[in-house]
């Protein structure tokens, strides 16, 4: 059964920072484009940042320069450094895969907020 679990969101003032975790089950994670995700109140699911099999990366514009994804091929997991946050950060964050996306997880919750 694929599984997919985030972990790491809380509640943090504005400029503060969090890292994000996503353990990730199956055979799905391994060879595979990844990818963070996330979605704000009222608003569609949005794509925040990917990694490919051979960790390249891009991110959203909104993020680039403050967010970092990075994963553990050994540990099926994968991260996101998130610095500088802002109160438009905050949302419910996702990991999936990039292409072909996968049962989705319950997410974790980022708040930004002062």
């Known amino acids: 059964q694929v599984q997919l679990v985030e972990s790491g969101g809380g509640l943090v003032q504005p400029g503060g920072s969090l890292r994000l975790s996503c353990v990730v089950s199956?055979?799905?994670?391994?060879?595979?484009?990844m990818a963070w995700y996330r979605q704000a109140p009222g608003k569609e699911r949005e794509l925040v940042a990917t990694i490919s099999s051979r960790d390249s990366t891009n991110y959203a514009d909104s993020v680039k320069g403050r967010f970092t994804i990075s994963r553990d091929n050994a540990k099926n997991s994968l991260y996101l450094q998130m610095n500088a946050l802002k109160p438009e950060d905050t949302a419910v964050y996702y990991c999936?895969?990039?292409?072909?996306?996968?049962?989705w997880g319950q997410g974790t919750q980022v708040t930004v907020s002062s």
């Open positions: 199956g055979s799905i994670f391994s060879g595979n484009a």
């Open positions: 999936n895969r990039r292409f072909h996306v996968v049962s």
